[in-house]
């Protein structure tokens, strides 16, 4: 637990969030470490926090956390939902779920349980966690009513800083939607389909009232600022349908995320803002613009997006196409799509292909945006490639294991570990092989022999 000793060192602080720190001057380790794995330097990582643009969640009582940065000037992050149901999974399930997710490369974690166990399963995962946790804390709030129409704001904001004894880094709350907005959504051909989203309106309908969250910022604020708990600024309006992107209500949203944002960086509270959702590929980019516009270059956190809604049992991929441009373009964090997104709960699998593509796709806009040390990875792969190091191109992809079976299948014996060629192209039509013949000058016949790597067919076949 390297965070301990340095939580000990400043418990008596009056304040002890990052924003408050960098915006003293002050570089704290948690800075320091983020900045070495991003390779930036400490003082640009204090001045980003200070500024807004760069958070670290990293709430006092998570010691097991290893901090990470989430903003523009940092690498793409992605982000895993896990979280069991009141109709399937269990707590060991979704411990698991954690560990395949932070195997394969989630920069943090939400738990997004509802059902009986939802406080027990949290801890287990906080505990076990050495990324960031998230939470929507709007879920354990209903799950303690008998009607959902019960829910009160000193219930919310109970359970809120309940979460936030626990450990949990940030959360999303639905602050955003406002009763005004509530008619502009009416026009939408699906409507609402953000869970806290559509419970937050379902309340302010049958109370015909303001969004409780909205009216008690402020004490949402004070407990954040308590316990250094980033405030993920929940997108209650996303679009769902690609019909739907671009209304008037997301962006009235949107815009109200971005007031509230500037609210809780007058308390010295971190803050992200979360992103649609739906949107065809032509309007990643305005989107992104007008976010960065609306709230003032807070670090946006998008799911997906997903530029097709016809992806079903394959929308890891839809939306790790939208993310890709999305993060290009100036996207702080992803949040990972799974193959059974609209489909089902996920399971370890799902979590696993789900993890993958985004990294994929966080990478891709890395590279696009020239991020320290990015295609690094990249060049080294294909100079494995270029050598045939099978062992170094294992090792190097997202999911190793995958590329090993992939490969292994068709060319089992571990002579083929070191063979010059691949079941694609065979020993006779390797590119590469050629092309290093032809480097070495040997234009007629190949300097290694007419056919090197049949011989090691031949006598694999034999066997």
């Known amino acids: 637990m390297i965070r301990a000793s340095w939580i000990a060192r400043r418990a008596g602080d009056a304040v002890r969030t990052q924003m408050h720190y960098a915006r003293q001057g002050r570089i704290t380790e948690e800075m320091e470490f983020v900045a070495e794995r991003e390779r930036l330097a400490p003082e640009l990582v204090r001045d980003e926090v200070a500024a807004g643009r760069l958070i670290i969640p990293a709430n006092v009582n998570h010691p097991e956390l290893e901090p990470v940065a989430i903003g523009v000037a940092s690498r793409c992050k992605v982000n895993a939902n896990i979280g069991s149901s009141a109709v399937t999974s269990s707590l060991e399930n979704e411990v698991e779920k ?20 939802i406080v027990a399963t949290r801890e287990a995962i906080l ?112 679009p769902g349908a690609l019909a739907d992107a671009g209304d008037a209500a997301q962006f009235a949203e949107l815009a109200t995320l971005g007031e509230l944002a500037q609210r809780a960086w007058a308390q010295e509270v971190q803050v992200m803002i979360e992103g649609p959702g739906h949107v065809p590929l032509d309007q990643v980019e305005l989107n992104v613009e007008k976010q960065i516009e609306l709230c003032h270059g807070a ?38 799509v799974t193959p059974r997104e609209h489909l089902g709960l996920p399971e370890l699998e799902d979590v696993r292909q789900g993890i993958v ?65 691949c079941s694609m192209c065979g020993p006779k039509f390797c590119a590469m092989r050629i092309s290093q013949d032809l480097s070495a000058g040997a234009c007629g016949r190949p300097s290694r022999g007419a056919v090197p790597g049949q011989l090691l067919l031949d006598e694999y076949a034999a066997k």
């Not at 997710?101 to 738990?111: E, L, Q, R, S, Y």
């Not at 079903?312 to 790790?320: C, K, N, P, R, W």
């Open 98 to 117: 954690l560990r395949i997710a932070v195997k394969f490369g989630a920069d943090t974690v939400m738990d997004l349980s509802t059902g009986p166990d």
């Open 127 to 238: 505990r076990a966690s050495t990324v960031a946790i998230g939470t929507v804390p709007i879920y354990e709030a209903i799950e303690r009513v008998a009607d959902p129409l019960d829910l009160s704001a000193e219930l919310l904001l109970e359970v809120i800083e309940a979460q936030a004894r626990q450990g949990v880094d940030y959360m999303t709350v639905h602050c955003g939607i406002r009763w005004h907005h509530l008619p502009l959504a009416q026009k939408r051909l699906i409507g609402i389909v953000s869970r806290g989203g559509s419970l937050t309106a379902q309340w302010m309908m049958a109370h015909r009232a303001e969004n409780p969250l909205f009216e008690r910022f402020d004490d949402l604020l004070a407990i954040c600022r308590r316990y250094d708990v980033a405030l993920s600024l929940g997108d209650g309006l996303r």
């Open 299 to 336: 670090p946006f956190y998008l799911l997906g997006p997903l530029p097709t809604d016809i992806g079903a049992g394959y929308d890891h991929i839809t939306s790790a196409i939208g993310g890709a441009l999305a993060g290009m373009h100036g996207a702080a964090m992803l949040c990972y």
């Open 357 to 421: 593509a985004h990294k994929i796709a966080a990478h891709i806009a890395d590279v696009a945006r020239h991020r320290p040390g990015a295609r690094e990875r990249d060049d080294d792969m294909s100079r494995a490639r270029y050598g045939f190091d099978w062992d170094t191109q294992f090792a190097l992809s997202f999911d190793p294991d995958r590329a090993h079976e992939l490969h292994d299948a068709t060319l089992r014996h571990q002579a083929f570990r070191t063979a010059e060629f």
